[in-house]
């Protein structure tokens, strides 16, 4: 049965909220749970989710209190030492904490204790560790990080969403194949739709990057399904499946949307509480409210997967809650059982 390590020490609320997201994983999906931590704060936690349950802000709406029996649930406890903090510099803090949480957490996985690795702490720290402590898949350059975006419609894959920077044409060609690949085999999209993020949807516009890119894409003779150009407001209608950039302007997109959407919420709130036809007006629109947020919300994906590396990796958001976590042990569930890492090795080379 596929066992999931989780980072119980990365994030803004952790341990409490990493732990209980993982636990309610372990019941709501039957899966195994290796917690690497500090075991006391570890512990913690779990005789409080004994006593009371697991209270959750699930979806942006208060949930009651989840029952849990902890007798039941294949949870396993790592002690680990040492926490690397989000300002650390990702290589030498995983060169000189070697017992921290998330390195430990990734070497569960390269030792065959447990079959994924998810964290909400340091990106860069689960990036690196992963990268080292797994190594690439065979033929890939560089692993790329593929982040899952709400449409109108299915939601779409943006990869990178943050691991590279500089890239190359052939470097995005391979982020192309790892989305597909990824689309197909988590999502069930049975030919994949392909975009390039540009400022235009004609062939010739755009950096040399892109150009290069298109070109490359076009001429695929891997079966990649390629439609083109997409510009930053189709992103979100939901007629392409993958959509390729490399990782500076993906991560600056990711966060663009995080903003605007919060933005979006909270001012739709204060208007519900202007006056009190408002608040009726609030009232009576909770339930339609509560339909999109839930369609929109980052906690419903759970996490980001790093693509192109030997193992499955999940990076959370840094401010998960037990919500958002226990979809990014589901994320790495679903990738293990669907073969995504043997797929991706075989298209590339």
């Known amino acids: 049965m596929t066992r999931i390590a989780v980072d119980a020490m990365g994030g803004d609320f952790a341990p409490g909220e990493i732990v209980k997201g993982a636990v309610w994983a372990a019941q709501d999906y039957n899966v195994p749970i290796e917690l690497v931590g500090q075991i006391d704060k570890i512990q913690e936690v779990l005789d409080e989710i004994a006593k009371k349950g697991i209270r959750s802000n699930r979806g942006g709406y208060f949930v009651k209190n989840i029952k849990v029996d902890l007798s039941k649930l294949d949870i396993k406890l790592t002690q680990a030492d040492e926490i690397i903090e989000m300002g650390e510099a990702p290589g030498v803090a995983i ?48 692993p790329a990080i593929a982040a899952t975006l709400p449409t109108k419609k299915e939601p779409v894959i ?20 790892m989305g597909a690949t990824f689309a197909k085999s988590v999502y069930n999209r049975e030919t994949p739709r392909i975009g390039v ?11 040399q990057l892109v150009k290069d890119t298109h070109k490359l894409l ?26 390729v950039c490399d990782g ?22 204060q208007e519900f509480k202007q006056d009190i036809l408002s608040k009726i007006v609030g009232l009576l629109a909770k339930p339609f409210m509560k339909r999109i947020y839930k369609r929109i919300n980052y906690e419903e994906f759970g996490g980001a997967l790093l693509l192109g590396v030997k193992g499955i990796t999940v990076i959370s958001h840094g401010r998960s809650s037990s919500y958002a976590i226990k979809n990014a042990v589901r994320v790495a569930k679903e990738a293990v059982e669907s073969g995504v890492n043997k797929k991706i090795a075989e298209l590339i080379n």
Not at 111 to 119: E, L, T
Not at 158 to 177: H, K, R, V, Y
Not at 197 to 205: M, V
Not at 251 to 265: P, Q, R, Y
């Open 95 to 142: 060169r000189k904490k070697k017992k921290s949480s998330i390195v430990l957490a990734v070497d569960a996985v390269a030792k065959g204790s447990s079959d994924a690795v998810v964290a909400a702490g340091s990106t860069g720290a689960a990036m690196a560790s992963s990268l080292f402590g797994l190594g690439r898949l065979k033929g890939i350059e560089r």
């Open 158 to 177: 943006l990869i990178d969403a943050g691991a590279n920077s500089a890239c190359s044409p052939e470097m995005l060609m391979q982020f192309a194949t």
């Open 197 to 207: 993020l540009n400022i235009g949807e004609e062939e010739e516009k755009g950096n």
């Open 218 to 243: 076009k001429e695929n003779k891997i079966g990649l399904k390629f439609i083109g150009n997409i510009e930053g407001k189709e992103l979100f209608q939901g007629d392409v499946d993958v959509v």
């Open 248 to 269: 500076f302007v993906g991560n600056v997109a990711l966060k663009t949307i995080e903003g605007c959407s919060m933005m979006l919420f909270k001012l739709i709130q």
